[in-house]
């Protein structure tokens, strides 16, 4: 998912990361400092359409890899949320750097994860601009639920329950899409979805441009 936001400065003391609150966090996670920059997919790619399988080896190397290496391609695409079929990685996977609607920001990463939205009843639609790394240049309308949990765990296997309002809600409910094999773009109109693949055309390399000089900096 694209940011909206800036991101916090080096230190912030609104943070919660996993889900529980710290009194100070870096702006670059120690994920991102080990990992390394995967190519990130772009719609009409076959991993992006698929649900994704779940994850059944826990507290592994290439389980910890996988994910620094998606949370510094995350912040090199300048992104809020990145799911593992994103870098071609067909498993129940996302990590996420987002803020929510007080202004907290919640980092994480997060294994097989369900999400559950609020009874029909008590659901609120915002409809709010929203991007994807995978669909590059574009940005459109889209309604979501102001709240969101999500239950899963860590890479570890412990169990994790992650709750969501505001932009951070439609973080989670963009990235629970990609797993089960969507992107935003499949809940808009024809017409809407028609405008949005024209965006990426139009920008597409002037974003591919910029990931690549951030890259530079961020993975010299």
Do not use: W
Request: overall charge negative; proline content about 7%; some cysteine.
């Amino acid at each position: 998912m694209s940011v909206r936001h800036e991101r916090p400065g080096p230190v912030d003391r609104r943070v919660r990361v996993q889900g529980l609150p710290v009194d100070t966090f870096p702006a670059l996670p120690p994920e991102a400092e080990r990992g390394a920059v995967r190519r990130i997919t772009v719609v009409g790619e076959e991993v992006l359409s698929r649900p994704c399988g779940e994850v059944t080896g826990f507290g592994t190397p290439e389980l910890s890899a996988l994910i620094d290496d998606m949370f510094l391609t995350m912040y090199v695409a300048d992104g809020a949320g990145l799911a593992a079929n994103q870098v071609g990685v067909s498993l129940r996977l996302f990590v996420y750097d987002c803020p929510d609607e007080d202004g907290i920001r919640h980092v994480g990463h997060i294994v097989n994860p369900v999400l559950e939205l609020p009874d029909p009843g008590d659901r609120r639609l915002v409809e709010e601009t929203e991007g994807c790394l995978s669909v590059p240049g574009a940005a459109m309308e889209v309604p979501r639920t102001d709240r969101a949990v999500v239950r899963g765990f860590d890479k570890d296997g412990g169990p994790l329950v992650i709750e969501g309002t505001g932009y951070f809600a439609r973080c989670l409910q963009h990235e629970a899409d990609h797993l089960v094999g969507h992107t935003y773009l499949d809940r808009l109109s024809k017409r809407d979805r028609k405008d949005a693949l024209r965006q990426m055309e139009e920008r597409r390399e002037d974003v591919f441009a910029r990931r690549a000089l951030k890259a530079a900096q961020l993975n010299p």
